[in-house]
Every structure is written in structure tokens, then in C-alpha cells.
């Protein structure tokens, strides 16, 4: 049976070209860069050139990234960092109630431990936050925004430059999960963001795992969260991954700024894909499928539940996801969808498919063959 992979926002596959530019790094090139000798001089210059072909990429100052283990810890040092390094100014916060669990669960923490204040905006149908809800909630000690560019459960594009204007005017830091964009959207470097933080992760783009980056705009220092030696000028302690860093810096180079989620491909076929889906009975598209990131399709069937369906899929040769792959294997609702004002039962119920560089045409001719047995048989049991 063929396997159809239409779960690219969860993750994509290592670049082969990328995996020979990351190779030296598990061989020859060693050593520490933090050490003196020429071994770990070495491994020094090789750092260096990646974090300066990466400045020259985003258009930014060598000293306004740091290198992380990916999304999940780029997103956690931006919203710690910045809290903490601010609260003396104030303790309130803002984030939307649709973020991955990378910011939201950070929020949590800091209001639940630290004595922050988080408003969580509210979204519409389509899972966008509104710019008025954000400037109702700002406040005289608010310090820290944080909204994220593209949704990975459906898609949604956010207002960011709008949001980043906003805050700008206000000296309010504005923190942007830019994780679902790269590679999806034209970059034109850090500074269409509008933001002081952008987080990065180089898997999503086919880079490697446990490879990612925050931008940071220069002179904010958030405080570290990894505390110990000074790597990173002092913004994250550990020696490097030198593999992982050459890595992301191939793959950004190669896949970034000229997307390599090509709209022009993708969006024919994921318009074609929410035409099927739309007319079987109980299906409805979630998000909107014309405006949003163009590979990604998510929808609920009423009467199911998600685990049921991305079991169905699978025994099909179909590899599709729920929502955010944290959540894959539990039957939690996507908070997404709840934002959204999608019913309990329904937010219970998505299936989200995202294609990428290998989707054909002939591959979603299968799965709109696939799907109606699919949920006849799921209904019926
Ligand atoms: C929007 C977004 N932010 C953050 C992350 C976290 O990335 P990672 O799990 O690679 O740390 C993901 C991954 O799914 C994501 O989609």
C-alpha cells in the first residue's frame, strides 16, 4: 500500500543536502568551541560562519540570535526571558488563546507561579485575533506580546505586522512564534515581523530536529533560562550543537527565502481537497482554506472522534494529524478549535492535513477516494 504523507506541519523530512552540510559536524570538525586549541578553534570558526551567513539571511546583527533546541525552547526563552526582565516594569501580559503549548503553557506558569496577569485574546470564526481585542486589553503594564505568525492546527495567518506597530508605538516587547511561516511564506528577513523576538525551528522546513533560534532584537536580553557556562553571549548555556546549528543554517538558506511550500503548487490541491471533504455529510472546513497558509486543510466530522479518524486514515497508508503533534495520542479537544467557538464534541473531532514538497495531485485523488469509506466505516462501528 502506498504511504501518503500529508503531515507536514508536524514535521518534514531531513534535506539530503542538508544531512551532507551537517555531516562534518559528527565527524572531522569535534571539538568544543568554546575550547582554545586549535581543535576547538575549529569548531569555533565553523560557528562563527553560520551564525554570520544566518545574519546575513535575516537581515539582522550576528549578535541578535541564539541558537536553541528548537521551537518549543526558542518560544520558552522569549516569553520567560522577557517577563522576567521586564517585571519590574510591569506584570501584564498578552498572548491569544490559540498559541501552541510552547507559549501557552509558559503563560500558565508565569501567572500561576510568578504572580504575572495573562490575557488570553479571544479569536473569530476563522481563528484570527482581532487588533481592537488586543489594544482593549493593553494596559499601562503590559510588557509582553506574544501571538504566533501562522496557526499549525488550521492555518489561520495573524495580523502581525499590525500587532507589532502597536506594541512598537507603546514600548510593549512583541514576542511572534514564527515556527508554522518559514518556509511557507516569502521572508524577506527578521524585520517584516514587526517584532523584538521571532522563534524558529528548523525541522519544519526540512532542517533537523532539536535545531531552532530566536531572533532577538538587539539591545533586548532576555534573561536566560539555561543558566551555566557564557555560550551564546550569555544567552543560552550549553555547548553548542554545532550539527543541528549547521543544519538549520543550510536549510534556512535553502528553503526560506524562496518557500519551499510552494503556494503556486499547493493551494490548487489543498482547494481541491476542502471541495471533497466539504460536500460529505457532518464534514466542516475549519479556518479558511483561501487565505491561510497555503498547504494546510483542517476540518471536523461530526459524530467522530479524532483518534478514530487518524486511525481510519492510517489504515489507508494516510498520515494526517489531529492538531498539534503534542497532542496526538490523547483525546484532549483542540483549544484551537474551542477559541474558535467550535462545540466540545466537534473540537473533538479534527483531522488536519498538510502537504508539502512530495504531494501530488494523484495523492489527493487517493485520499478524497479514501475518505468517504473511511468515515462510513467509522460511523458505522
Ligand atoms: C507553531 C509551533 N510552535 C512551536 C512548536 C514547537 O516546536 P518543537 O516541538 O520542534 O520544539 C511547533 C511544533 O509543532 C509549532 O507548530
Known amino acids: 500500500m502506498q504511504t501518503i504523507y500529508f503531515d507536514y506541519n508536524a514535521t518534514t523530512t531531513l534535506d539530503l543536502e542538508v544531512r551532507e552540510v551537517m555531516m562534518p559536524f ?7 568551541p568554546s575550547s582554545v586549541h586549535r581543535i576547538g578553534r575549529a569548531a569555533r570558526s565553523a560557528l562563527d560562519d553560520c551564525r554570520y551567513r544566518l545574519a546575513e539571511l535575516w537581515r539582522c546583527k550576528p549578535s541578535e540570535m541564539v541558537f536553541t533546541s528548537g521551537g518549543t525552547e526558542s518560544n520558552n526563552l522569549a516569553i520567560f526571558g522577557t517577563a522576567r526582565l521586564l517585571k519590574p516594569r510591569g506584570r501584564h501580559l498578552i498572548t491569544s488563546a490559540v498559541e501552541h503549548p510552547a507559549a501557552l503553557h509558559a503563560f500558565d506558569q508565569l501567572e500561576r507561579l510568578e504572580g504575572f496577569e495573562v490575557t488570553r485574546l479571544a479569536v473569530d470564526a476563522h481563528g484570527r485575533v482581532e487588533l ?7 494596559r499601562p503594564d503590559t510588557t509582553l506580546v506574544s501571538v504566533m505568525a501562522a496557526n499549525n492546527e488550521v492555518g489561520t495567518l495573524q495580523p502581525i505586522a499590525e500587532i507589532g506597530a502597536w506594541c512598537r508605538e507603546r514600548g510593549i516587547r512583541f514576542h511572534t512564534d514564527a515556527v508554522q511561516a518559514f518556509g511557507k511564506l516569502p521572508f524577506s528577513g527578521m524585520d517584516a515581523f514587526h517584532a523584538d523576538l521571532v522563534s524558529v525551528c528548523a525541522h519544519k522546513f526540512h532542517g533537523p530536529k532539536g535545531a531552532g533560534a530566536l531572533f532577538i532584537r538587539s539591545p533586548l536580553q532576555p534573561i536566560p533560562i539555561l543558566v ?30 524562496s518557500p519551499v511550500f510552494s503556494e503556486q503548487q499547493l493551494r490548487p490541491m489543498v482547494l481541491e481537497l476542502s471541495r471533497a471533504v466539504q460536500s460529505l455529510p457532518g464534514v466542516t472546513v475549519r479556518g479558511d482554506p483561501t487565505l491561510g497558509l497555503s498547504n494546510t486543510l483542517a476540518f471536523t466530522v461530526a459524530g467522530c472522534d479524532s483518534m478514530a479518524l487518524l486511525a481510519g486514515l492510517d489504515l489507508e497508508g494516510i498520515c494526517a494529524s489531529s492538531g498539534s503533534a503534542c497532542s496526538a495520542g490523547s483525546l484532549e479537544p483542540s483549544h484551537v478549535l474551542r477559541a474558535m467557538g467550535v462545540s466540545e464534541a466537534e473540537s473533538n473531532a479534527l483531522v488536519r492535513f498538510s502537504l508539502g514538497r512530495k504531494s501530488t495531485a494523484e495523492e489527493v485523488s487517493l485520499v478524497i477516494d479514501a475518505l468517504p469509506s473511511v468515515l462510513r466505516q467509522i460511523r458505522g462501528g
Open 132 to 138: 481592537q481585542a488586543l489594544m482593549d486589553a493593553t
Open 26 to 32: 559528527l565527524g572531522d570538525v569535534w571539538g568544543n
Open 228 to 257: 551555566g557556562g557564557g555560550h551564546e553571549n550569555e544567552r543560552r548555556a550549553g555547548t553548542e550543537n554545532l550539527s543541528a546549528i549547521a543544519g538549520l543554517v543550510e536549510a534556512f538558506a535553502r528553503f526560506v527565502p
